[in-house]
């Protein structure tokens, strides 16, 4: 057995070192312990002094999972280390295994993966900093009970929000100060260490007083213990009894209902079908809005989910949101959106009742100024977002799906799937048929107006083929 002790909990860059070299070497995971260093234990490199570097050797990994393992390691899962080295050996061997999200080890990364960012999210919104001093002297100061390792990692944050004061982060892990120049860490502290209440303090709790209102603020769907976090703790629970006063006994009277007759039951079955895939569809959208599953996330303003009636019988799958999208926070707002929609028309297809999507839920552009340009998406952020594509198909459960591009092509049915050697005909795939046609940006980008007329009647003929095969899936049910 071979023990990896690494400086710190948060130690990414040892951990990569460390397991790098053990892979390269051909260590097995089941051969190998990983620990953090105390003060009287040897240091990571001397655990591996007898291996050799292996020249000979490569291999790599892509940006997705060195993205991934940066966020895992500040979870505080003790076995963090060692499913991510387990993740790392099967990869040399199984490059698509990230896309794979069934598989026991990648669900249970993906999952600390957005623990830890809902943890640094719920930092950014809870964090209250107290005044201490007066004026030249101020020095303000918070309080914050982490759930995992990410004090270190979220703040920059704070750095750049609050840049033109003195602050200082106190936590049980560490510590982060800021003097206007520079973060620095120092350790942990007690809570009983923080300063007292101060007039800062007294003014949160005079304006949240009057404004805090449980209900509008649904501060009774917080989990109590994240209410440590806040200078308004004192008087969240005199205002949720309040609340629940207000919310029952005589002020509210409930309509009684009788038993369903028979000719309801068909209704409410469809009715209580229709509610759980909305909830679905909710659920998967507020889960896609902490996606980190590739780097996109970083310069996108938000991720773009799926719209549309959950019982839609008909999905549209684009490419990924433009710019006007990225803003917006919505699919096809922009120009092709606006084509899409003529050729919907034209085809005799409500866009109302079409649930429409993309393969790629953020925008992926390169800057030139003040315009943002657009960039294909690649295949690995095609296979990182795949897994929210296949949750939407579950959820709504189309009779046909649409591809619009070589992107939505590759995403729906798994692989690069030349445009026009398959448009205009229906694919059976697991169990869905599918129809491939162009995405409505190319038909803008046609310089010429005689070839554009053309293709765009190519376009609205594809949209025919999808109407008649939803009309006689109607007529034969």
Known sequence: MRIIVLDNDTDFEGWRKAARRLALNDVKPAEVTWTVRKD?????ASCLNDLPDAPQARFNVTAIFVELAKTAILHRNDER?????????????????????DDPDVAEVHAMAREVYRDIDRMHAQLRFREIGRERTAHYVAWFEPEHRIVEFAAPFFAGRFA??????LTPDVCVHWDGHAISISPGVAKSEVPSEDRLEEVWRRHDNGL???????????????????????????????????????????????????????????????????????????????????????????????EG?????????????GDKEDLAGHPFVGPAGQMLDRALEDAGIARA???????????????RGKIRLHQK???????????????????????LVVALGATAAQSVLGKITPINKNRGRLIDHDGTKVLVTVHPSYLLR?????????????????LKIAADQLRNGARAA
């Not at 280390?81 to 999200?101: G, K, N, P, V």
């Not at 033109?164 to 982060?169: C, E, G, Q, V, Y």
């Not at 959208?285 to 970083?298: I, Q």
């Open 309 to 321: 009636p959950q019982s839609a019988t008909l999905m549209l799958v684009g490419e990924q949101p």
């Open 377 to 399: 998406p690649g295949t690995q952020e095609i296979r990182a977002c795949r897994q929210w594509y296949a949750r939407e198909l579950d959820a709504i459960r189309p009779e």
């Open 164 to 169: 033109d004061m003195p602050w200082s982060i």
């Open 353 to 367: 009742k079409v649930y429409i999507t993309n393969a790629v839920k953020h925008f992926k552009f390169v800057s």
């Open 446 to 462: 046609l310089p010429d107006e005689k070839a554009k007329a053309l293709e765009y009647q190519r376009f609205v003929d594809d």
């Open 212 to 306: 805090f209102n449980p209900a509008r603020l649904k501060v009774m769907e917080m989990p109590q213990a994240y209410w440590r976090n806040l200078p308004e703790d004192s008087i969240i629970k005199p205002l949720i009894e309040d609340a629940m006063r207000m919310t029952s006994g005589p002020f509210i009277a409930r309509k009684a209902t009788g038993p369903l007759k028979p000719q309801d039951e068909p209704m409410a079955r469809k009715q209580t079908h229709d509610m759980q895939a909305r909830d679905t569809i909710a659920a998967l959208r507020e889960e896609a809005a902490d996606c980190r599953a590739c780097p996109l996330w970083k310069d996108a303003t938000q991720t773009v989910f799926g």
């Open 81 to 101: 280390f060692a499913l991510l080295y387990r993740l790392l050996w099967r990869l040399r061997s199984h490059h698509d295994l990230l896309s794979a999200t």
């Open 40 to 44: 009287d234990e040897l240091s990571s």
